[in-house]
């Protein structure tokens, strides 16, 4: 089974750049689907970003558009989060699947379905 562990994460002025990493480990890693994931204190888990490892297919959900790029090399996934705002805080995870399109993965909320999570990284935006 794929493992995953994130880091990164940190605390950031507003405005400022971070970039998360997507350490990814285990078999048949180019067929995955894998994704960035956040949730807010207090707030339900929602979906940031998503890449296709074999042929580097992006998804963008609205959270964050326009102010993230997710990015892939053989077997790390990373998600730069630019013009930080403090609603951008919160813990980031990933999350991996086999079966699932990039699109598929970012849009649903059925987050149970997901193979695989790591432990998550935390993303704190403050002055």
């Known amino acids: 089974q794929l493992q995953l562990v994130e880091s990164g994460g940190g605390l950031v002025q507003p405005g400022g750049s971070l970039r998360l990493s997507c350490a990814a480990s285990?078999?048949?890693?180019?067929?995955?689907?894998i994704g960035w994931f956040r949730q807010a204190p207090g707030k339900e888990r929602e979906g940031v970003s998503c890449?296709?490892?074999?042929?580097?297919e992006t998804y963008y959900t609205d959270s964050a558009k326009g102010r993230v790029t997710i990015s892939r090399d053989k077997s790390t996934v990373y998600l730069q989060l630019n013009s930080l705002k403090p609603e951008d805080t919160a813990v980031y995870y990933c999350?991996?699947?086999?079966?699932?399109?990039?699109?598929?993965?970012?849009?649903?909320?059925?987050?149970?379905?997901?193979?695989?999570w790591g432990p998550g990284t935390s993303v704190t935006v403050s002055s």
């Open positions: 999350a991996a699947d086999i079966s699932l399109t990039v699109q598929s993965m970012c849009v649903t909320r059925n987050y149970k379905q997901f193979e695989t």
């Open positions: 285990g078999p048949l890693l180019d067929y995955y689907a």
């Open positions: 890449i296709g490892m074999s042929n580097g």
